[in-house]
């Protein structure tokens, strides 16, 4: 079992389901209802067919008139009739309340999603959870939704154990004694072998995973130019067909100890099945016992065995359930580092000053043992034009996540205007920058809805204005619609796809498009050609006139346009300055120019494409 299975769940069942029963109150009573008068009309039409039969029995036993047998028949069918008539249509039912509870359950698993403080979504625990929740809902079979049926035959079998075991209490209890301890003995002897896939399910999700891997592999388009080249099919097909071997031999072991089961659930039915015979055609020899009346005690002691094994095996199925929504519910408990709405209204500045100050600052990421930056401190004015260079590895993304506000330092203090932004309700702080990321999040929509980050009330003008800015304004009127083209081709058959340096420029226009007091580019012409990068440095001032700019680049030629320059070196800063003055200095930073420089040269003037 797994290390998750094993350790003890936050939620018992008996929580976990009066979790979903008040969601379900919240969301759509109906499913309640449902549920307890779909198990009513179950038991109750499984109950008259026990009687049925019996009953005509003793009618004729008796030498009843036959207007009374035939009414009683007559009775019998136009019950069955209606309870099974009410049984079909609430399960048809059913379905839609069932479906409407889940569906918010996906939905606040989106929003914790959406929403998490962001050190969350580096936290293996934490994604993990969430994979396990998506699981939870991923199809009506899941825990989410398959609760209610557990929780429908819970409520049946319990009616049917009630009613038999009443029916049966006429006879000698050691019948029952029997019926009972065959049943239960069957029961989790069959549970453990029949549990032998559960236990063992890694084995088979890893035979899968690499099956699925294969498939999809060989069955995405970003794959077919390497296939081809390469001549990877005869690999891929090989890897699949060992994975495939070694899943039927799990498949062999596991159908082997199904069979055990199986013939151990036979040979306890025979023996108890045998004892109520001997028992009840014993009665009949000695008492006389009616045909009528021997045939509803043997129905209701082997029905008597269904149920007890039924209910035994329904909670089961509620355990297995349980574990899965105590999962889900952890997730959506999970503990947030940052202040959201709980968190001080972030001061407005209609002048715009915001001063950002690192003070002492340090950070480690989880489960690491060296620091990533280390006591770094650094002011940012309002206004600064700020670049930020290094070799791989030094640290520059992750300082500018900490000025973000994205991740908290480890040791120190990032500070806006003095304070500590950890007082203050993340989201405002988030809405003082705007950013390209080296990450993109490029949605199947128009230009004008990506750049805009919106779907109505968009400023067109400033679109127009913004795309310019990025240098992306003749692409866009040269496309079908224009503004208005779609992108990608997931969702919309006629949508365009953008190479990755057009796909730059636009979240460079996205970014202009927010228009916050902070901007942030990282890498942010790491796609372009030195020509096209040249174009955007030469409106960069214009681009960030009266706002405070970050920029990270590994081409440090692009960093004169910028009013100081910090060279970070092992997660401190080593150098810092203008261009001009680190030049002079002589040291990394002019080393590292030096070498770069060859290559922006043009070979026929020598000059640097600046």
């Known amino acids: 079992m797994t290390k998750q299975a094993q350790k003890k769940s936050k939620y018992n069942l008996w929580q976990n389901t009066g979790f979903m029963v008040r969601l379900a109150l919240k969301i759509h009573p109906g499913v309640i209802f449902i549920c307890i008068t779909l198990a009513l009309s179950i038991a109750g039409g499984q109950v008259a067919e026990l ?24 009775l019998f069918c136009g019950s069955l009739l209606i309870l099974n008539g009410l049984t079909a249509y609430l399960n048809e039912n059913t379905l839609y309340g069932r479906v409407e509870v889940r569906s918010e359950i996906i939905r606040q698993i989106g929003s914790k999603l959406a929403r998490t403080s962001y050190v969350n979504l580096l936290d293996t625990k934490f994604i993990s959870f969430r994979s396990k929740a998506y699981q939870t809902c991923s199809a009506n079979s899941q825990a989410a939704e398959a609760i209610w049926d557990v929780w429908v035959m819970i409520l049946t079998n319990t009616m049917g154990f009630l009613v038999y075991l009443l029916l049966l209490s006429e006879l000698n ?31 088979e999700a890893a035979y899968e995973k690499q099956m699925d891997y294969i498939c999809q592999t060989g069955s995405q388009r970003s794959f077919a130019k390497d296939i081809r080249i390469f001549g990877l099919r005869t690999w891929l097909t090989e890897v699949w067909d060992r994975a495939f071997h070694l899943y039927q031999s799990f498949l062999a072991r596991r159908e082997k100890a199904y069979i055990w089961a199986n013939i151990i659930d036979l040979l306890l039915t025979l ?3 045998g004892i109520a015979y001997a028992y009840l055609i014993g009665l009949t020899i000695r008492d006389g016992l009616p045909v009528s009346k021997f045939l509803l005690y043997f129905t209701a002691a082997t029905g008597f065995t269904t149920w007890v094994a039924k209910i035994l095996e329904q909670f ?6 349980s574990l899965d929504l105590s999962a889900l519910r952890e997730y959506l408990e999970w503990p947030e580092p940052f202040k959201f709405e709980d968190g001080t209204a972030l001061p407005q500045n209609p002048d715009g000053y915001y001063e950002l100050r690192l003070e002492d600052v340090s950070f480690r990421y989880p489960d690491t043992s060296q620091d990533i930056l280390s006591h770094v401190n650094l002011t940012i004015k309002p206004g600064e034009k700020l670049a930020i260079v290094g070799t791989n590895g030094a640290g520059k993304t992750t300082l500018v996540k900490l000025v973000c506000g994205f991740l908290d330092p480890t040791q120190g203090r990032v500070l806006l205007n003095g304070e500590d932004i950890r007082q203050y309700n993340r989201r405002d702080y988030y809405r003082l920058f705007s950013a390209v990321f080296q990450e993109f999040s490029v949605l199947d929509a128009s230009i004008a809805e990506n750049v805009a980050q919106q779907v109505d009330h968009i400023d067109i003008e400033k679109v127009r204005r913004c795309l310019e800015y990025a240098g992306m304004e003749k692409t866009v009127d040269a496309l079908p619609d224009a503004l208005n083209t779609k992108i990608g081709r997931q969702i919309h058959e006629d949508g365009v796809e953008l190479s990755g340096g057009q796909i730059q420029k636009l979240m460079l226009a996205r970014a202009f498009y927010k228009d916050s007091p902070v ?18 440095y030469l409106k960069y001032n214009k681009m960030t006139k009266g706002k405070t700019a970050l920029f990270i680049s590994h081409r440090l030629a692009s960093t004169r346009f910028c009013d100081r320059i910090l060279f970070l070196d092992q997660g401190q800063i080593a150098e810092e300055g203008s261009h001009d003055s680190l030049l002079s200095l002589g040291g990394r930073y002019a080393e590292l120019f030096e070498i770069q420089s060859h290559y922006y040269k043009d070979s026929k003037t020598k000059t640097v494409l600046t």
């Open 51 to 74: 009687l049925f039969t019996p009953s005509i029995l003793q009618k004729l036993e008796t030498g009843a008139p036959l207007p009374e047998v035939l009414l009683t028949i007559g």
């Open 173 to 203: 209890p050691f019948l029952i004694v029997v019926i009972i301890i065959t049943t239960m003995t069957g029961f989790f002897s069959s549970k453990r072998l029949n549990e032998w896939g559960y236990r063992h399910r890694e084995e």
């Open 271 to 273: 023996l108890r099945n």
């Open 316 to 321: 089961t199925q509620l355990h297995k359930h």
């Open 519 to 536: 901007i942030v580019l990282d890498e942010p012409t790491a796609a372009l050609d030195p020509i096209a990068e040249n174009e955007i």
